[in-house]
């Protein structure tokens, strides 16, 4: 039996969707989900997988706030009521400079260890010419 799962929209997303911030679907795995999504707004198709048909290697998708790596994976089955939350990873930016001439390019994987691991953020060194 397909349970009702809650895909959460992403804003970077929605384009792809009509606007729609979320959306509930029937569906018992993560390709049947995936199926299902593409099958309501095909436009976010080359979002989510990749030419072959694969999970794009960029997008985390959370079940309940869990990585669904960790549930695993296309093999997990929803329960009723899950949520599932698409997240891409946002690439691009330009270096920021400070008067010291440290540098940290401006890149969704830096600003993310910047906000899950501040303690740890590595700043290199850099001239104004290389970027």
């Given at each position: 039996?397909?349970?009702?799962?809650?895909?959460l929209i992403p804003t970077?997303?929605?384009k792809f969707t009509s606007g729609a911030q979320s959306v509930?679907?029937?569906?018992v795995s993560l390709p049947d989900?995936?199926?299902?999504?593409?099958?309501?707004?095909?436009?976010?198709?080359?979002?989510l997988r990749d030419d072959r048909g694969e999970?794009?290697?960029?997008?985390?998708?959370?079940?309940?706030?869990?990585?669904?790596?960790?549930?695993?994976?296309?093999?997990y089955k929803f329960e009723n009521g899950d949520e599932v939350l698409l997240?891409?990873?946002?690439?691009?930016?330009?270096?920021v400079y400070s008067e010291a001439n440290v540098c940290v390019p401006a890149t969704s994987a830096n600003l993310g260890c910047a906000f899950d691991c501040?303690?740890?953020?590595?700043t290199a060194i850099c001239e104004h010419e290389r970027f």
């Open positions: 039996m397909n349970l009702p799962v809650t895909v970077a997303l929605r509930e679907l029937p569906a989900l995936l199926d299902q999504l593409v099958a309501r707004f095909p436009d976010i198709s080359r979002h999970l794009r290697r960029f997008l985390n998708i959370y079940v309940n706030d869990e990585d669904i790596r960790f549930l695993g994976g296309s093999a997240v891409p990873s946002i690439a691009g930016g330009a270096a501040a303690a740890l953020a590595v």
